[in-house]
């Protein structure tokens, strides 16, 4: 027998054929030429290595080594090679800012279930059932599970799960520790993604005085700036931005249906004049944002230096009252006070600076067209600035809420370019997705009943390959404020033993996913997570902190993987939609999104480009390219409105 991997960039990785279930050790013959960029890991028989015990918790006798570092299922005859847990290990610690709560709480619920031990409550009763069903050569692969991820390096642990989770067997584990710390997981996730900080969360911070004192002076500079308003460029944003640099949707657009080779399409022109909002210097329209009653709105800028400001919302009708909201502001402490131009200090006062400060608007807000100031007391040692300083108006458009309901499908699966290499012969895909509707917790749940949808064995994906994936991912049944979806998709081998374990074991993971974040919802079996998220939804985080959580069970996923499994994941993304984002999308008086790009989880980057739009259907490409993978593969999505 004999095994070449030329020049493989992939280091570390098992030569393929080179476990064999039945051999019989003493009596091969094995012959192996290898070239290799990086190391190669050979173990001929299904025993492998001992564990490395870099970890505190070796694995005793009764648990399941595994074969190689990170793999507990042997490879497939005639496979593709798999990236090696040292790899995807990498990896994880390059793009995981904060540790896991799930895949932590996921281990330790093993470990205990391995261990013996009786449930201790409700949500233990619930997992163990889940893992007592599993069989005896699943049960192995999560004791082999188990143990991988004890070998782990200290240090590397404690990166990636959330070192609070216990990893004591008889330590129970239940829901109110899972939701405490998930709720801590989601508020640093919020944090870095809102304020680039993961502890911003915690307190309010003044950001830097770049005030100026202009008593007997005339000055026009703006010294309260908004700059952004969720995300968008606004008219005071500096350096200015014209109308040929602004993406298109800073800029108001006004659309209606035409029909186009008899389909309905949404005809859109930038508005001019007349405009909802803050206009540029030649009258083009600046986009006026959505929002509901309940969402955040984000507003960045300069000069936010004290967190008793307020933001005051005051609707465009004669004699509307002004209504103060509260607010939390996070300032901006690492841009510098000053600068040195032409060997003189300047005080930046630009967009390079990001105060920002966040809001809800208000529940009982009618619908209509509002101005968004920022209005901050004084402190800054200059009287002549006024009590309190007050910004120029930003606009915001408060909507009703959807009564629509929704449908998500899948309509194909394309290999646009198979994993490398390509001569060790075809991929086999598999596609689980799985979608949560929730809601912003004012009863008793944020998650409704997730949906599942795994796909079929996809054999012989050769580049170029595109297949038929007819399925509904999401089917709205109720109101919600939104939905959540989770697409994971491995490179799997077509060996049936090989392919059901890998399955058996995804699936499993998926439910106790299921279990754990339904259990958690539960303000009677939660109420950490309850007191938890109250801070957030004062100040109506809510929305991102439940994306949060989508993201860190994603997260999981792939930290899970990697411990265990050789199958590589080639598609890996979270989609999240509010029902006013649904509907927008769905409708032929907004224009179509833009293309997009992200990094997802397991360095998968998504490029997400719009296909076509009408009044009741959007479709887009999803393309996932994996440069560890050399991959791309292409899904395409419908979502339609359905009533």
Not at 213 to 238: H, K, P, W
Not at 417 to 429: H, K, N, R, Y
Not at 457 to 467: K, L, Q, T
Request: net charge negative.
């Amino acid at each position: 027998m004999s095994a070449t991997e030329a020049h493989d960039p992939k280091a570390e990785r098992p030569v393929p054929n080179a476990h064999d279930r039945d051999c019989g050790c003493s009596a091969c013959r094995i012959e192996i030429r290898i070239e290799s960029q990086g190391d190669v890991n050979i173990y001929n028989c299904v025993g492998g290595p001992p564990a490395s015990g870099q970890g505190p918790h070796a694995p005793d006798q009764s648990s399941t080594p595994p074969i190689a570092p990170g793999q507990c299922v042997p490879l497939a005859i005639g496979s593709k090679p798999k990236q090696s847990q040292r790899s995807k290990l990498d990896t994880l610690l390059q793009d995981t800012p904060v540790p896991n709560v799930i895949s932590a709480a996921f281990f330790q619920h093993s470990r205990r279930f391995l261990a013996g031990a009786a449930p201790a409550n409700p949500l233990e009763a619930q997992v163990f059932t889940l893992l007592g069903s599993l069989g005896p050569e699943i049960t192995s692969i999560l004791s082999c599970s188990v143990s991988s991820r004890d070998t782990i390096a200290d240090h590397e642990r404690n990166r990636l799960f959330d070192p609070a989770i216990p990893q004591d067997p008889s330590v129970p584990l239940d829901a109110a520790m899972i939701a405490e710390a998930l709720v801590r997981e989601a508020k640093q996730r919020v944090g870095l993604q809102l304020f680039g900080d993961p502890t911003a969360l915690d307190a309010e911070t003044p950001g830097r005085n770049r005030f100026f004192d202009t008593t007997g002076v005339e000055s026009f500079d703006i010294q309260l700036r908004v700059c952004t308003i969720n995300g968008l460029r606004t008219n005071e944003y500096a350096p200015s931005v014209g109308p040929a640099d602004r993406l298109p949707a800073e800029l108001q657009q006004q659309c209606a249906p035409v029909l186009i080779d008899g389909e309905v399409h949404p005809n859109c022109e930038v508005q001019v004049g007349s405009c909802p909002g803050n206009a540029l210097d030649d009258g083009t329209c600046l986009r006026v944002p959505d929002v509901r009653n309940g969402d955040g709105v984000v507003l960045e800028g300069v000069n936010f230096i004290s967190v008793d400001a307020k933001v005051r919302l005051t609707g465009n009708s004669p004699g509307a009252n002004p209504v103060d909201v509260d607010a939390f502001v996070v300032g901006d402490t690492d841009t510098p006070l000053v600068e040195m131009i032409d060997g003189a200090p300047v005080v930046i006062r630009d967009c390079r600076v990001h105060d920002r400060i966040t809001f809800a608007v208000p529940a009982d807000l009618a619908p209509g067209n509002y101005s968004v100031q920022v209005v901050v007391p004084n402190v800054t040692g200059f009287p002549g600035l006024g009590n309190p300083i007050v910004s120029n108006p930003q606009f915001i458009q408060v909507v009703p809420p959807p009564t629509a309901r929704f449908r998500i499908s899948s309509e194909s699966l394309s290999a646009r370019q198979e994993t490398s290499p390509a001569s060790f012969g075809s991929d086999e895909v598999r596609v689980v997705v799985t979608a949560w509707p929730f809601a912003v917790p004012t009863t008793d749940f944020v998650f409704g009943e997730p949906q599942v949808f795994r796909s079929p064995e996809f054999g012989d994906m050769d580049s170029g390959v595109r297949r038929p994936m007819d399925a509904t991912l999401f089917e709205q049944t109720e109101p919600l404020d939104g939905v959540s979806m989770l697409i994971v998709g491995h490179e799997i081998d077509s060996e049936s033993a090989y392919e059901q374990q890998i399955t058996s074991f995804v699936d499993a993971f998926v439910h106790y996913l299921k279990i754990v974040l339904l259990a958690i919802a539960v303000p009677a079996g939660a109420g950490a997570l309850w007191m938890g998220l109250q801070p957030f939804l004062k100040l109506a985080l809510a929305h991102p902190i439940v994306l949060a959580i989508v993201a860190a069970a994603a997260l999981a996923v792939t930290i899970v993987l990697a411990v265990w499994a050789p199958a590589d994941i080639i598609i890996s993304d979270s989609i999240s939609f509010t029902a006013t984002e649904l509907a927008a999308l769905t409708s032929a008086a907004a224009p179509m999104p833009a293309p997009s790009t992200h990094e997802a989880q397991d360095g998968i980057t998504v490029k997400v480009t719009p296909l076509s739009m009408n009044p009741t259907q959007y479709r887009e490409n999803r393309e996932y390219i994996s440069a560890k993978e050399e991959s791309r593969y292409e899904l395409v999505l419908r979502y339609n409105r359905t009533a």
